[in-house]
């Protein structure tokens, strides 16, 4: 465990803030691009009633290898989070090489269930534009109890070995306000 990340509290392992800086690498104008259509396609699912996330796969060439966004509430499965289905495309089109070498960039941090998915597979690094923390912050503004049905956890958490870059501020405002419009729309609909 890297000295700062932890501390013991209350009995239990407690991850600071500390876990959500990158690992010493600094984000590129090609990591902030892949964002910036992570953001889109997060914006996508939102306008069709999906959660405000939308990812890409990027291979170690640069080329985008594969995308995808939320499609929970439209397809009523709740693991169709754009993180996993990218490791399942990636479990069946790449080898072990190529997965290891290709980046997940994500409009927001894994969850535990995408960050497990991320780790079996075998894929490299993640860069996300926003934490699960101000997540729930960004939630909690609006008045909205957040109790989800797995704890958040964050990646190095479930797949400690994994390069994590994130968050990254310049997309604060504009997740913050797409958050806030999903639950907003989701209220209206009951």
């Known amino acids: ?17 500390d876990q959500h800086r990158s690992t010493g690498a600094a984000v590129t104008e090609a990591d902030v691009a892949h964002l910036r259509r992570c953001v889109e396609l997060a914006t ?17 060439d640069g080329s985008v290898l594969a995308e995808d966004r939320n499609r929970e509430t ?43 998915a991320h780790a079996w597979v075998g894929l490299g690094r ?12 960004w939630v909690a503004e609006l008045g909205v109890v957040s109790d989800p049905p797995v704890r958040p956890l964050s990646i190095r958490e479930i797949a400690p070995g994994l390069e994590v870059v994130g968050p990254v501020p310049e997309f604060a405002d504009e997740l913050r306000a797409l958050h806030h419009r999903f639950r907003k729309e989701r209220a209206a609909q009951g």
Do not use: K
Not at 1 to 17: D, K, Q, R, W
Not at 94 to 116: I, K, N, Q
């Open 126 to 137: 993640i860069v996300f534009a926003s934490s699960s923390r101000q997540s729930r912050a």
């Open 74 to 116: 439209t397809t009523g499965d709740a693991t169709r989070h754009p993180e996993f289905e990218l490791a399942r495309w990636a479990a069946t089109h790449l080898d072990e090489r190529a997965r290891a070498g290709a980046t997940v960039y994500t409009s927001g941090e894994h969850c535990p269930m995408c960050s497990a």
């Open 1 to 17: 465990m890297a000295e700062g990340n932890y501390h013991l509290g209350n009995g239990e392992i407690v991850v600071t803030e």
């Open 44 to 60: 996508e699912a939102v306008d069709v009633g999906d959660w405000p996330f939308g990812s890409v796969l990027v291979g170690a």
